[in-house]
């Protein structure tokens, strides 16, 4: 049997030892190397490349020797038997973290044998497992891209690292009888690609394309095949060559070329099933990489004008987050040096006022003081802004009268404008009540005043006026402040309230301020400029309603106002409840969940607005006590939470309450959405009242939506508004497939859950509905309709056909809108 066969055997150890256990070896068909110690065994190990170690040393020379073997990184992993028979300490020889031992010479060949079989076939395991890694990382690497050379540098990399070649290549044909070929892809020499060759001068790489059969050169120096080109090859030392056709669905595309030029070196059975699989994913890899050739060519251009878009977006979006971060550390900086200086202001003002002083010294001592606070009181306010969105501005209603706080504005920055020779006066003539923060108000006001007086002309005038403005959703209040200044150009006026930005003129957050205060008391402001010149700033807040009086001729013992009870534990927030409502209802409170659950039991109101979180009985199980007897089933509630989860509103809603609102809450909000809801039980009590009667409220009573009245007077006022800032809104009327007599009411509970709390939905008769979507483009509006076709043909049964039409880009009327997506006609 020849040496190779058997196994390499590298025996270290003395003299004597050695020379004993290299021949029993030799005689045993093993090849063996020795080493005397450390010293030779790298260069024994290099020119032997041992299969299997035996270590022959002393014991206590044993253990060193061992961890020198070990540190070698060709010997790491080779098998290590330790000779015990000869050793005077065989039990120290025992204790070293070897593979085995030999206790005698009858042991020798039998364990050297089975050490050189285990060696072997864990190198075969982990050749195994190396192809099957490089297999997948070539086939993960076809279907991840199509870029065809990125494939084929990856490949031929990972071929010749697995099989050991000193060249592979992939050349590419055009069909089985291609004078040229092309080679896209070397081991030897990355960079170069694109290399054409003549087939003619490869006789191996001509067979396997005619053939489409692999050919395997073993031995070039003696092949016949190679006779023709032996001359020029064997000067270059090439040894073994494997040539490995592409081929898919019968196309054939090329070949992969692989090429050993150590001597006694081949391709084995593996390397070849490797070779024909790397072979297979590679083909299939370049045809689909030529046909998205043409797509690929088509789709560049898009491609680049979307990654130009996306730089572009992407460079705005950074700009726009530091613009962000700087408008944050403006705010917290200036925020916080405004401190000081104010705190020294109001003490020095203070000291003022506590000495002797005139009248008129006093007087002025006073509005400095008293605007010094203000000032400290936005300070505050920006300081709380300016921790993120998620700070949320509140308002402290009450109620107050517009037209004084008017009046008071004026005669506060009457010294301001005589400094600057400007006649500023008020016109103010009647009082106008209304609910809401006076010092919100009063900050607008004095801003609004201040900008005006600073753009009047010279000895020119500022005017401030309050009137009642008569609206088809309830009065409000109109307040103008008009100058006589050179006035905003046309196509600026929207840009006045946005941060940081008044147009060409400088930037500010004063008038972005005043848009989110007017915006938190429910009201809308915007800018003007009049034919005469200067500009007016107007801005809308909704009124106080009045109670309506008692007829003189009829006496009744039941007061007039509706009677709410309202339950909160929270002793401000229950105050502020109380304060809010007492504008137009009777209040009543309770503290806990028993307390307004036994109240609402004897008093019967007709509303409750209640906690969830209460103790002794939460806010939910009251609610379903009061829904389960008889005597207060008919009173609507309504739940406020500081939970915000789309689930917690459902739940409530499923239990009876009438509506939910989180908090911190709106006092219009509030105002508006108790009146819906004592509306809604009314008409409920009063169905059988004519129509006439009912349709003067605004809502359906069948569905306790907007009616057809009710929302043509929202629609007005929405309609201007997003007209006005150019802003989209749509709006939808969903027809079913035939006239209702009765109200599906599937409908509207589906669209009441599944749309925004902005969204207004009107029940316009005879089944047919009509949805107001603000923020919403006609685009969006029919995706969002879309999606709740399905669930409205399965809760009602019928067949709903849309219709959605952007408000805010035709100029026609809204009743001519509504007409003209099929709407029935308001009487």
């Given at each position: 049997?020849?040496p ?55 014991a ?19 098998p290590?038997?330790?000779?015990v ?48 890694g ?14 065809m ?13 697995v ?14 009888h ?5 080679v ?46 032996r ?21 054939l ?5 692989l ?12 390397e ?18 030529r ?13 680049l ?10 460079d ?44 008129e ?35 402290e209603?009450r ?23 400007v006649?500023?006066r ?9 609910i ?9 006001l ?10 009047a002309?010279d ?22 402040v ?15 309230f946005?941060r ?34 200067g ?63 036994a ?20 806010g ?28 917690e ?35 409920e ?22 009616d ?22 749509s ?39 009509c ?14 309709i ?42």
């Amino acid at each position: 049997m020849p040496p190779e066969q058997r196994g390499r055997v590298l025996v270290v150890g003395a003299r004597t030892a050695r020379e004993a256990l290299l021949t029993r070896l030799a005689e045993s068909g093993f090849a063996c190397a020795s080493a005397e110690d450390m010293e030779g065994v790298p260069q024994a190990a290099t020119s032997l490349q041992p299969e299997v170690i035996l270590l022959a040393t002393a014991a206590k020379q044993a253990a060193e020797t061992l961890e020198g073997i070990r540190s070698i990184e060709q010997l790491r992993h080779v098998p290590i038997l330790a000779d015990v028979s000869r050793s005077r300490s065989p039990e120290t020889l025992k204790k070293l973290a070897v593979d085995g031992f030999i206790r005698g010479a009858e042991e020798m060949v039998p364990r050297v044998e089975a050490a050189v079989r285990a060696g072997r076939l864990r190198e075969s395991e982990e050749r195994t497992r190396l192809r099957m890694g490089m297999l997948l990382d070539i086939t993960q690497a076809a279907t991840s891209s199509l870029e065809m050379e990125e494939i084929l540098h990856i490949a031929v990399d990972k071929v010749g690292r697995v099989t050991g070649s000193d060249r592979c290549s992939v050349v590419l044909v055009e069909g089985s009888h291609a004078r040229t070929g092309t080679v896209v892809a070397t081991q030897e020499n990355p960079s170069l690609v694109q290399l054409e060759i003549e087939i003619v001068r490869y006789p191996e790489l001509r067979r396997a394309l005619e053939t489409r059969q692999a050919v395997l050169i073993e031995k070039a120096e003696n092949d016949p095949l190679m006779a023709e080109v032996r001359p020029s090859i064997l000067p270059l030392g090439v040894n073994s060559i494997l040539v490995q056709p592409l081929i898919c669905q019968d196309d054939l595309l090329g070949a992969l070329f692989l090429r050993h030029s150590r001597p006694d070196t081949t391709f084995g059975r593996d390397e070849q099933q490797f070779a024909q699989a790397v072979a297979g994913v590679l083909a299939n890899a370049i045809r689909n990489s030529r046909l998205h050739t043409a797509v690929k060519r088509k789709r560049e251009d898009l491609e680049l004008a979307y990654v130009e878009r996306y730089r572009e977006l992407t460079d705005a979006n950074r700009r726009l987050k530091e613009l962000n971060r700087l408008k944050d550390e403006i705010i917290a900086v200036c925020s916080h040096d405004l401190r000081a200086p104010l705190q020294v202001l109001l003490g020095h003002g203070r000291l003022l006022l506590e000495s002797t002083i005139t009248a008129e010294q006093k007087q002025s001592t006073e509005a400095i003081i008293r605007q010094g606070r203000k000032i400290l009181g936005l300070v505050e306010s920006l300081l709380e802004k300016g921790k993120g969105e998620a700070a949320r501005l509140s308002i402290e209603p009450r109620r107050l009268d517009i037209s004084l706080l008017c009046k008071e504005s004026t005669h506060e920055l009457n010294i301001l404008a005589s400094q600057r020779g400007v006649t500023l006066r008020a016109e103010a003539p009647e009082s106008l009540m209304l609910i809401g923060d006076e010092v919100k108000l009063h900050e607008v006001l004095q801003n609004l005043i201040t900008n005006a007086i600073h753009h009047a002309k010279d000895s020119g005038r500022v005017t401030v006026r309050a009137l009642r403005l008569t609206r088809p959703d309830g009065d409000a209040v109109k307040i103008t402040v008009q100058d006589d200044g050179s006035g905003i150009p046309p196509d600026e006026l929207h840009l006045v309230f946005d941060r940081y930005r008044h147009g060409p003129k400088g930037t500010g957050l004063g008038l972005a301020i005043c848009k989110e205060f007017v915006e938190l008391h429910g009201g809308e402001i915007w800018a003007e400029s009049p034919p005469e010149g200067g500009c007016i700033f107007v801005f809308t807040l909704p009124m106080a309603q009045e109670a309506p009086r008692k007829p003189q001729a009829v006496v009744k013992e039941e007061p007039v106002q509706p009677r709410v009870l309202v339950v909160e534990d929270e002793a401000e927030i229950a105050a502020v409840l109380a304060e809010v409502l007492r504008s137009r209802y009777r209040v009543e409170v309770a503290r806990d969940g028993q307390e307004g659950l036994a109240r609402a039991r004897t008093m019967r109101p007709e509303l409750v607005v209640m906690d969830v979180f209460l103790p002794k009985l939460d806010g939910l199980e009251a609610t379903v006590a009061l829904k389960s007897s008889s005597d207060t089933a008919h009173i609507p509630v309504i739940l406020l939470s500081a939970h915000q989860g789309v689930a917690e509103k459902v739940r409530a809603l499923n239990l009876g309450a009438v509506d939910y609102m989180s908090k911190p809450f709106n006092a219009m909000e509030l105002l508006n959405r108790t009146e819906r809801a004592l509306k809604a039980a009314s008409s409920e009590r009063e169905v059988e009242r004519p129509s006439a009667v009912t349709l003067r409220s605004g809502s359906d009573p069948g569905t306790n939506l907007y009616d057809k009245r009710g929302l043509m007077a929202k629609l007005e006022v929405e309609v201007a508004k997003v007209r006005r800032y150019h802003r989209p809104m749509s709006v939808a009327v969903l027809r079913p497939e035939r006239p209702q007599a009765d109200v599906p009411r599937g409908v509207a509970d589906v669209l009441r859950k599944r749309l925004r709390p902005q969204d207004a939905v009107a029940h316009m008769g005879s089944g047919v509905f009509c949805v107001m979507l603000p923020e919403c483009d006609a685009e969006s509006a029919r995706n969002v309709i879309q999606r709740l076709l399905p669930e409205l043909q399965t809760s009602s049964g019928l067949a709903y056909q849309p219709a959605v039409a952007d408000v805010s880009q035709d100029s026609d009327p809204v009743d001519r809108i509504l007409d003209k997506l099929g709407a029935p006609l308001v009487p």
